[in-house]
């Protein structure tokens, strides 16, 4: 049995060394103690969302305090490319199912957008509905044992979208809009303006050293050094992405690709694309 992660503090494993001690406070030891009824001598994962993983024996636990004798630890490389899901607000949860899903399967940023069609709307909500879907990836990531928690960005308006996507493939990204009237499979579509792609599929070459999506660096592939550092995938409402929207994004830089022969709900195009890409890039 994989052993259960926590969530910890950036600062709670900053100094974290292989025989001294590391431990968490807060929600996330109540959760050990009272939900999981983690005891002493068990072995668990402590990671800070930000690829830094330790692993330890538990020697203390009780709802305001968990500790741990470290064992190991990891300082994960972040996967290159980055791979960015877009997903427009949906009705029903069904923009949490994708962001939960796209988290398990290992998506590295989510940017909400507020569609043309989007029936579900944020507006005066936007911070409540970013807490709440930084919460579900959260749960996702410590779900998978990932040390990578998704970021969650401010929701964009279309002309938002459009501004960061001509800015991100200036940079060199590769912007993939999932349309259901595209003729491009997503399996094949160039990734870059160069001929290589991962050789072994490693995703841990290189790594990306600013945060700002419409800023990055986007031009290296971790082999080669020509294919992306980051690929977003675009995903529309249920009512789909209006004709003015795809002609937007397309002028920006971006590519209409199709998933496949059937048309997927706004909750699954976006962790099947995720999947599609993770294989084709060699993550999995």
């Known amino acids: 049995m994989t052993r259960p992660v926590f969530l910890a503090e950036p600062s709670d494993l900053?100094?974290?060394r292989e025989g001294g001690e590391a431990g968490i406070g807060g929600t996330e030891a109540r959760h050990a103690a009272t939900v999981r009824?983690?005891?002493?001598?068990?072995?668990?994962?402590?990671?800070?969302?930000?690829?830094?993983?330790?692993?330890?024996?538990?020697?203390?636990?009780?709802?305001?305090?968990?500790?741990?004798?470290?064992?190991?630890?990891?300082?994960?490389?972040?996967?290159?490319?980055?791979?960015?899901?877009?997903?427009?607000?949906?009705?029903?949860?069904?923009?949490?199912?994708?962001?939960?899903?796209?988290t398990e399967l290992g998506v590295d940023?989510?940017?909400?957008?507020?569609?043309?069609?989007?029936?579900?709307?944020?507006?005066?909500?936007?911070?409540k509905g970013r807490a709440r879907?930084?919460?579900?990836?959260?749960?996702?990531?410590?779900?998978?044992?990932?040390?990578?928690?998704?970021?969650?960005?401010?929701?964009?308006?279309t002309g938002r979208l459009v501004e960061a996507a001509r800015a991100a493939t200036d940079a060199g990204a590769r912007v993939l809009v999932l349309h259901e009237e595209a003729t491009e499979p997503i399996t094949s579509v160039?990734?870059?303006?160069?001929?290589?792609?991962?050789?072994?599929?490693?995703?841990?070459a290189g790594r990306s050293v600013t945060t700002d999506p419409a800023t990055r660096p986007a031009t290296g592939d971790p082999t080669s050094g020509e294919g992306p550092l980051e690929v977003w995938i675009v995903v529309g409402p249920e009512g789909g992405i209006g004709a003015e929207e795809s002609d937007r994004l397309v002028g920006a830089g971006a590519?209409?690709?199709?998933?496949?022969?059937?048309?997927?709900?706004?909750?699954?195009?976006g962790p099947a694309a995720i999947a599609a890409l993770s294989v084709r890039l060699g993550r999995w």
């Open 190 to 204: 160039p990734l870059s303006t160069g001929t290589a792609e991962p050789a072994d599929g490693d995703p841990a």
């Open 37 to 102: 009824r983690i005891r002493a001598g068990e072995e668990i994962d402590l990671v800070d969302g930000a690829g830094r993983r330790v692993t330890g024996t538990v020697t203390g636990v009780d709802p305001a305090r968990l500790t741990v004798s470290v064992i190991a630890v990891d300082d994960e490389p972040e996967p290159v490319p980055a791979l960015v899901l877009i997903q427009a607000l949906a009705k029903g949860g069904r923009d949490e199912g994708a962001v939960e899903q796209s």
């Open 255 to 269: 590519a209409l690709v199709r998933l496949g022969r059937h048309v997927l709900r706004s909750s699954s195009a």
């Open 14 to 16: 900053l100094d974290a």
């Open 133 to 157: 879907w930084a919460a579900i990836a959260a749960g996702a990531a410590k779900q998978s044992r990932r040390a990578f928690v998704p970021g969650i960005e401010d929701v964009r308006t």
């Open 109 to 127: 940023r989510v940017i909400p957008w507020q569609a043309d069609r989007s029936v579900s709307r944020w507006d005066a909500k936007a911070a």
